[in-house]
C-alpha cells in the first residue's frame, strides 16, 4: 500500500520542477476570501442571518471554503491521468502493480499537501473562531464528517478515474463538477434559496449535507433537516458513492481493454 509515496514523491519533483503551478494554488485560497469579505459587509445589510440561522459570517464561509479545498483536490488525480494518456505513458502506467486507489492516493497527497499549507490561515481561522462554544463531541462528529466527506470524494474520483480511460474526456468532467457543485452545493448560499430542480439534484451530493453539519455543529447555522438526519444521510452517500465508484472502475477498464479509448 504504502507504494503510492513513490508517486507522491515523483509529483513532488514535477512540482519543483515546474514551479510556476504553484502559484495558482496560492492564489485560490486567497481569491476564495472574496465571498467572505462581501458577507461580512453586506450580511447585516441584506438580512443574512435570518437566512443562514447565524450572524457568525466569517467562520460560516471559511469553514465552508476550507472544506470544499479538501474535498476538490482528490479529483485532481484525474489530471496526473490525463496528462500520462496526452504523453503516451498509458500504457506503461496499467504495468505497474500500483491499483486505481494507490494511484489516486499518490497523485493526491502532494495536492493535499499544498492545500494544507495554502489554506492553513483559513483552517486555523476556522478551528479557532469555529470551535467557540462547540463541544467535545461537535468537534468528534465533526471530524467523522470530514472523514466521510473525503471518502465520498475518493469514490467519485473512482468513478472519474474511470470514465477517463474509457471516454478519454474526464478531465473535463471534473472541471464541470468542481464549478458547479461549489455553486449548487451550499457552498456560497443556502440551498433553500435554489430553484427546486437544482435543489433537489444538490441533494445527491454527500458533500451538500456535509458542508451543513458542519456549519450547523461549529457556527450554529441552521441545517438543512436536522444534524442526525444529515449524518444518516451522509453516510448513506458516502457508501453509495464508494460504493459505485469501486464497481464503475472495474466495469470501465474492462470496457477500455475490450474496446478501447474512444476518440483518443
Not at 520542477?17 to 445589510?45: E, F, S
Not at 474511470?162 to 464549478?179: A, F, K
Not at 456560497?188 to 444538490?202: A, E, K
Request: proline residues 4%; without cysteine; hydrophobic residues 55%.
Amino acid at each position: 500500500m504504502v507504494r503510492f509515496l513513490a508517486l507522491a514523491k515523483a509529483s513532488l519533483l514535477t512540482a519543483r520542477r515546474y514551479r510556476i503551478d504553484w502559484y495558482g494554488n496560492v492564489l485560490v485560497p486567497v481569491l476564495t476570501v472574496v465571498p467572505v469579505i462581501i458577507a461580512l459587509w453586506y450580511g447585516k445589510k441584506i438580512g443574512l442571518g435570518d437566512i443562514l440561522g447565524t450572524e457568525n459570517y466569517f467562520e460560516y464561509y471559511i469553514l465552508g471554503i476550507a472544506y470544499w479545498n479538501y474535498v476538490e483536490v482528490v479529483w485532481s488525480s484525474i489530471f496526473v491521468l490525463r496528462y500520462y494518456m496526452r504523453t503516451d505513458q498509458l500504457e506503461d502506467m496499467l504495468l505497474t502493480p500500483l491499483t486505481p486507489l494507490e494511484y489516486i492516493l499518490g497523485w493526491s497527497l502532494l495536492g493535499i499537501a499544498v492545500t494544507t499549507v495554502t489554506s492553513l490561515p483559513l483552517v486555523a481561522l476556522a478551528v479557532i473562531m469555529g470551535l467557540i462554544g462547540a463541544t467535545v463531541s461537535e468537534v468528534a462528529v465533526s471530524v467523522v464528517v470530514f472523514l466521510l466527506s473525503i471518502t465520498a470524494s475518493f469514490g467519485l474520483a473512482y468513478l472519474i478515474f474511470g470514465l477517463t480511460l474509457v471516454i478519454r474526456e474526464g478531465d473535463e468532467v471534473v472541471s464541470l463538477i468542481g464549478n458547479m457543485a461549489p455553486l449548487i452545493g451550499g457552498l456560497y448560499f443556502p440551498i433553500t434559496l435554489l430553484p427546486g430542480p437544482l435543489r433537489h439534484l444538490s441533494y445527491a451530493f454527500p458533500f451538500t449535507w456535509g458542508v451543513d453539519v458542519l456549519r450547523a455543529l461549529l457556527t450554529g447555522s441552521r441545517p438543512i433537516f436536522g444534524v442526525r438526519e444529515e449524518l444518516l444521510i451522509l453516510f448513506a452517500l458516502t457508501l453509495l458513492y464508494l460504493t459505485l465508484g469501486v464497481l464503475s472502475y472495474k466495469f470501465l477498464e474492462r470496457t477500455m481493454r475490450r474496446k478501447g479509448i474512444q476518440g483518443f
